[in-house]
């Protein structure tokens, strides 16, 4: 049987009787750590399964659906071999031209079948010159994609229209995606972006390119990629304890927040009942390692630390009001390893 963690009288630590220990220290929000997370945060390279997201755009192909106009100069005779009808007011129907079967191949007049799945309008353009110059002398074609059907991509969460995008002669970038999508929302974490492409995912943040130099609209994506912009409120900080509104409180648009906006939009400390030396970060409370950072508020420079301290998801920021049996309570709510018999020696400064 364990018991709950208590602190020790000279108020030097927090201590169980377990068969093991887990150690998990207070540490003192200060310019000494800021200094070492910042210098963390500044050398934090991209991912390299990130890295091998950016290219050069190549150029569109044509596929099974793609719509085709190809044009004989002089012969308006062949114009009559679309066979489409007039132009219809439903956005879903094809435009009038000639359609790639699921084959790849389309029929031309005097041409025959040909393949065209894999080529640009160029190479199609050229098959058709080579064909029908054993009818025409000279012949002028131009090809072009009247209706691009055959590859698209998807875009989910918090853009203003989610669902399919088609892929377009316009090379599909992250950013043209999204833009194409409506754009971000306001409720959109941009620094939670996932990319999911052949059974893998791949976590974009676009605060931390642009720190690292890199444009988002270097990432080039492919047919069949599905992109998905996360929520803030999915990435909430919880404010309890001695404060004025204990609140979830959400991130900034680029995924950031500091301890001090976390604090006001919580309506700061409750100076009737709170004990502003006594304020604290727990990080990583469900899993195997957490960390509990503390701040003294009563420091002249306290909220120049709060200000530069970084949360992360899920953080819990804690006041307390000196009671100290009441953070011994918090403690046994969010740090599973203790009740779960792990137990915790937790030392404190």
Same mark, same amino acid.
């Given at each position: 049987?364990?018991? &709950? ?11 169980? =009787? ?26 934090? &390279? ?78 199609? !353009? ?13 012949? =002028? ?86 992109? !998905? ?41 409750? &100076? ?27 420091? &002249? ?27 011994? !309570? ?20």
């Amino acid at each position: 049987m364990v018991t &709950p963690p208590t602190l020790d009288e000279a108020g030097g630590e927090y201590s169980t =009787e377990p068969t093991s220990r887990v150690k998990v220290p207070i540490t003192d929000i200060n310019l000494k750590l800021l200094r070492k997370m910042n210098e963390q945060s500044a050398h934090r &390279p991209i991912p390299g399964p990130t890295q091998g997201l950016f290219g050069k755009p190549t150029g569109y192909r044509i596929g099974p659906g793609d719509v085709l106009q190809i044009t004989v100069w002089d012969h308006p005779e062949l114009a009559a071999a679309l066979g489409q009808p007039a132009m219809s007011n439903r956005t879903d129907d094809a435009a009038p031209g000639f359609v790639v079967d699921e084959g790849g191949n389309v029929q031309f007049p005097y041409a025959g079948t040909v393949h065209v799945a894999g080529d640009s309008a160029e190479q199609i !353009r050229r098959k058709i010159v080579s064909r029908i110059s054993k009818v025409f002398k000279n012949p =002028e074609v131009t090809v072009r994609v009247a209706s691009f059907r055959a590859q698209d991509i998807y875009v989910d969460g918090e853009v203003g229209k989610p669902g399919a995008v088609q892929m377009t002669d316009i090379p599909m970038t992250l950013t043209e995606a999204i833009g194409r999508a409506g754009g971000f929302t306001a409720a959109a974490d941009q620094s939670r972006v996932t990319l999911v492409r052949g059974g893998n995912s791949y976590p974009i943040s676009f605060s931390d390119l642009v720190k690292a130099g890199r444009n988002p609209s270097e990432i080039v994506l492919k047919p069949g990629d599905m992109v !998905r912009i996360g929520s803030r409120e999915e990435n909430g900080v919880y404010v309890m304890g001695e404060v004025n509104k204990p609140a979830t409180i959400m991130p900034m648009r680029n995924g950031r927040l500091s301890l001090a906006d976390a604090l006001s939009q919580a309506g700061s400390l409750n &100076p009737g009942t709170s004990n502003a030396k006594q304020l604290f970060v727990i990080r990583d409370s469900t899993g195997s390692n957490p960390q509990i950072y503390h701040l003294d508020a009563t420091s &002249p420079v306290s909220m120049v630390l709060a200000n530069q301290f970084e949360l992360q998801p899920k953080d819990v920021v804690y006041v307390d009001n000196g009671a100290l049996v009441k953070f011994n !309570r918090v403690l046994n709510l969010f740090l599973p390893a203790i009740n779960a018999g792990l137990t915790a020696a937790i030392v404190t400064k």
